[in-house]
């Protein structure tokens, strides 16, 4: 708007009524002329920062009986952000952008981020839950044994936590075996047979008739 001794006559902006701005700065120029021919000129600038967009990330798979690998970390990234500081709530009640979790049931995990003009995204991450516990009490680790020589006679084998990591250490010749049962496909990767090892993924491809041997 603009006010003048002689009268406002016309009043005009470089930029349309009714425009979609761009995601940037855009300089805006108001040109007023009263009913004497005066013009005057005002100039301002509309910063339209780009929308928040949350990833959560992959889903995971943690093995419930077996303590490394029941837990995972769940990173939130912001694929395109605008201004922060920026919050991150997840749906356990956790804050910050990398949580930890230890679900002994799959589940959904979603985050919210907040942005310092109070603009939010959010995003889901499931978590799968393999039971891999055995024996008495569920005391004991279910492990699929590869014997070395011999990867068409693969076992199923309950054994104490304590002995696994020896069991799927390809640096101990076990190459191939895994934490939990043997035809296990792994939901995040359903094409693939996934071997999970503490500090190393292989993908095993075998058909073999499969030994269970408890203790």
Same mark, same amino acid.
């Given at each position: 708007? @603009? #006010?003048?001794?002689?009268?406002?006559?016309?009043?005009?902006? !470089?930029?349309? =009524?009714? =425009?979609?701005? !761009?995601?940037?700065?855009?300089?805006?120029?108001?040109?007023?002329?009263?009913? $004497?021919?005066?013009?005057?000129?005002?100039?301002?600038?509309?910063?339209?920062?780009?929308?928040?967009?949350?990833?959560?990330?992959?889903?995971?798979?943690?093995? *419930?009986?077996?303590? &490394?690998? %029941? /837990?995972?970390?769940?990173?939130?990234? *912001?694929?395109?952000? !605008? !201004?922060?500081?920026?919050?991150?709530?997840? =749906?356990?009640?956790?804050?910050?952008?990398?949580?930890?979790? $230890? &679900?002994?049931? #799959?589940?959904?995990?979603?985050? #919210?981020?907040?942005?310092?003009? @109070?603009?939010?995204?959010?995003?889901?991450?499931?978590?799968?839950?393999?039971?891999?516990? /055995?024996?008495?009490?569920?005391?004991?680790? *279910?492990? /699929?044994?590869?014997?070395?020589?011999?990867?068409?006679?693969?076992?199923?084998?309950?054994? %104490?936590?304590?002995?696994?990591? %020896? +069991?799927?250490? &390809? %640096?101990?010749? +076990?190459?191939? $075996?895994?934490?939990?049962? $043997?035809?296990?496909?792994?939901?995040?990767?359903? *094409?693939?047979?996934?071997?999970?090892?503490?500090?190393?993924?292989? +993908?095993? +491809?075998?058909?073999?008739?499969? #030994? =269970?041997?408890? &203790?």
């Amino acid at each position: 708007s @603009g #006010t003048d001794n002689c009268g406002l006559d016309q009043l005009y902006s !470089s930029i349309t =009524s009714g =425009s979609v701005f !761009s995601v940037e700065i855009t300089m805006v120029q108001i040109t007023a002329i009263d009913a $004497c021919g005066n013009t005057a000129n005002c100039t301002f600038t509309i910063t339209r920062v780009p929308p928040i967009v949350v990833d959560a990330g992959p889903c995971q798979t943690v093995f *419930l009986g077996y303590g &490394p690998l %029941a /837990c995972t970390d769940l990173n939130a990234s *912001l694929i395109t952000s !605008s !201004s922060g500081p920026y919050s991150y709530v997840w =749906s356990n009640g956790d804050t910050g952008s990398t949580i930890t979790v $230890c &679900p002994t049931v #799959t589940t959904t995990y979603t985050v #919210t981020v907040t942005d310092g003009n @109070g603009f939010s995204s959010v995003a889901d991450v499931v978590v799968n839950v393999v039971d891999a516990s /055995c024996g008495n009490k569920g005391k004991k680790v *279910l492990v /699929c044994h590869v014997p070395p020589g011999n990867p068409s006679n693969v076992q199923e084998i309950c054994i %104490a936590p304590q002995a696994v990591g %020896a +069991h799927i250490d &390809p %640096a101990y010749g +076990h190459s191939g $075996c895994h934490v939990g049962p $043997c035809d296990f496909v792994d939901p995040c990767d359903p *094409l693939e047979n996934k071997s999970m090892t503490e500090d190393n993924h292989s +993908h095993v +491809h075998q058909e073999s008739m499969i #030994t =269970s041997i408890y &203790p």
